[in-house]
């Protein structure tokens, strides 16, 4: 009998809005890694993080934290839009992201959110 592998990744490459894209997302038993690259490298580090008071629907809120990278609006709002529902859909799990983007654009990140979907380990 084979062992499962100790975590479970999945990767995929397509053009979004014309920009060659690869999305890799891994699931550990603590946290959930998201790349997300238009340039071939890691990028900007964010840690998405679920706050456990939550707003006054049920939901958690969501802080997020650059570890590595330029530390601007921008920045943690793509964070948030990239993958507040993987943090959702994980059971409140926080999401290392790890992100490369040429195509900032509202359409764009929706194209790219269901790239990340369709990578779906959690």
Known sequence: M???PVVTS???QEAVRGVRTEVVCT???NAVLVVVTQY???G???YVDPDTVG???G???LSTKVL???DEPLVHVCAKNLVAFVSQEAGNKPVLLAMALKDKTMEGIQALREVIRSCQVW
């Open 59 to 61: 939901r958690p809120s």
């Open 27 to 29: 699931a550990f038993s």
């Open 44 to 46: 900007t580090l964010v």
């Open 10 to 12: 999945k990767r995929r």
């Open 55 to 57: 707003d006054n629907v």
């Open 68 to 70: 590595l990278g330029k």
């Open 2 to 4: 084979a062992a499962s």
């Open 40 to 42: 071939g490298k890691m």
